[in-house]
């Protein structure tokens, strides 16, 4: 086993001389296999070694008995330890996660507080195959099928190549004990029904699993990571016409640089979008994707509120970061056919001779009220384009108002009130475009 360890080590330059490694100690088989290999290996390594022992508080005095044994073991080794008690089941209720997700991201959030180089956890090869079988049977892509990655930012797993049978003769050589957690001899969790059920039942089918397992996922990692690389090249680029599998890592990639949840379903809208006409996607967290010319520029969307900018005369006015609105004057006889439907124009026309005062471009205010034109009813702008709209497309609203209030809004057209009728002679015309600029 120490071999396979140094092997590790070494094929993926987990650690480097000089560096602190900290061990993740829960006192059973794998990880004091794993603290005593790595002490074995410092001299060789030229690391630094200490380790960590969180207490989860869930199993009352197993719990205890678990930090006692971890602190007698370090102590007769001479390995600094550092213990943490938190309440596992507190934290995972406080995130709406269960007891089991959440005391593994409580694990990993101690993880990065703590002051070492490398963080070495105890995962083996057989927490590899049931992983892989989890992620089976809950839908996963490549990704996914590459298993438990040996490293992941300072998370090394030196472990990886070995089984648990592998790990107890390397205990037992060395008259090493070590403690076992009770809930990991019950199928209470989903990890310990794959162990106990599907684990054997592979074994049987195949007498080289979970061996056979590390090889194809190792094998996935590669082709894995060859693709994100690739995809990597087309970041800024127009999309539409690369593979799928590089456009969908390009999605993928853009959402993770800003720390965004990707979800198959997120993922396939801005594909769509990118395939089709474009648009924007509210992504939550106050951030838009905008998707133009098969690009994608993911941004901030502020709220901008323009206070009273008169329109005095036709032209272009910059409303938002990539909104212009361009109002115009125009004869009614000189509107195009194509603008009048049933003897009505278009909801972004307006009769200029009803409007009452100055005309100010704003954006939505709280209380504005609108009748639209050929409604029968006043309603607030708010409500209407909650109907009409994302979250995110209706924080900014594009609003023409006079001294009576709004005349139109952006997504509503005209109010009744300024509405062409037959006798209108002078309309004000109003287009929003998309900026060059994003």
């Avoid at 395939?275 to 998707?291: C, N, Q, S, V, Y």
Wanted: glycine share 8%; hydrophobic share 40%.
């Amino acid at each position: 086993m120490l071999s396979k360890v140094k092997s590790a080590v070494e094929r993926y330059d987990m650690i480097k001389k000089g560096e602190a490694v900290c061990c993740a100690l829960s006192g059973g088989a794998d990880s004091v296999a794993l603290l005593i290999a790595l002490q074995e290996l410092s001299a060789e390594l030229g690391a630094g070694l200490s380790a960590v022992h969180i207490n989860h508080m869930l199993r009352g005095e197993e719990s205890d008995r678990d930090e006692e044994f971890c602190r007698e073991l370090c102590k007769k080794r001479g390995i600094p330890l550092t213990v943490i008690r938190k309440n596992a089941a507190a934290f995972a209720h406080s995130m709406g996660l269960s007891v089991e997700t959440g005391a593994r991201e409580m694990r990993y959030q101690i993880f990065s507080e703590l002051a070492a180089d490398k963080i070495a956890t105890a995962h083996n090869l057989n927490d590899n195959a049931e992983t892989l079988i989890f992620r089976f049977a809950r839908g996963t892509g490549l990704r996914g099928l590459a298993g438990i990655p040996p490293v992941r930012g300072n998370i090394i797993r030196p472990l990886l190549w070995c089984s648990r049978e592998e790990i107890e003769t390397f205990l037992a050589a060395r008259d090493q004990s070590f403690v076992t957690d009770s809930t990991n001899l019950t199928d209470d969790y989903t990890r310990n029904r794959i162990r106990h059920k599907i684990m054997p039942e592979m074994a049987a089918l195949h007498g080289a699993f979970p061996g056979c397992v590390t090889a194809l996922t190792a094998s996935f990692a590669e082709d894995e990571d060859f693709l994100t690389s690739e995809a990597e090249k087309y970041k800024g680029k127009d999309l539409r016409d690369i593979h799928p599998a590089l456009r969908k890592r390009v999605i993928i990639s853009c959402l993770k640089e800003h720390k965004l949840e990707v979800t198959a379903a997120r993922a396939a809208e801005i594909d769509s979008a990118l395939l089709g006409e474009g648009g924007k996607i509210d992504l939550g967290r106050g951030l838009t994707a905008f998707i133009r010319n098969g690009k994608i520029i993911v941004r901030r969307e502020k709220e901008v509120r323009i206070n009273e900018l008169k329109i005095l005369r036709d032209g272009e006015y910059p409303f938002s970061s990539d909104r212009i609105v361009t109002v115009s004057k125009v004869n009614c006889e000189k509107m195009n056919s194509t603008e009048i439907v049933n003897k009505k124009l278009t909801t972004d026309t307006l009769d200029y001779d009803k409007i009452n005062g100055d005309v100010v471009l704003r954006n939505r205010l709280r209380g504005d009220r609108i009748k639209p034109a050929g409604s029968a009813h006043t309603r607030e702008l708010r409500k209407l384009l909650q109907e009409r709209l994302p979250f995110g497309e209706r924080r900014v609203c594009a609003v023409l108002a006079d001294r009576d209030g709004v005349i139109w809004a952006e997504h509503v057209g005209a109010a009744e009130r300024v509405a062409p009728d037959e006798n209108t002679g002078l309309l004000m015309k109003i287009n929003v475009t998309q900026s060059d600029k994003i």
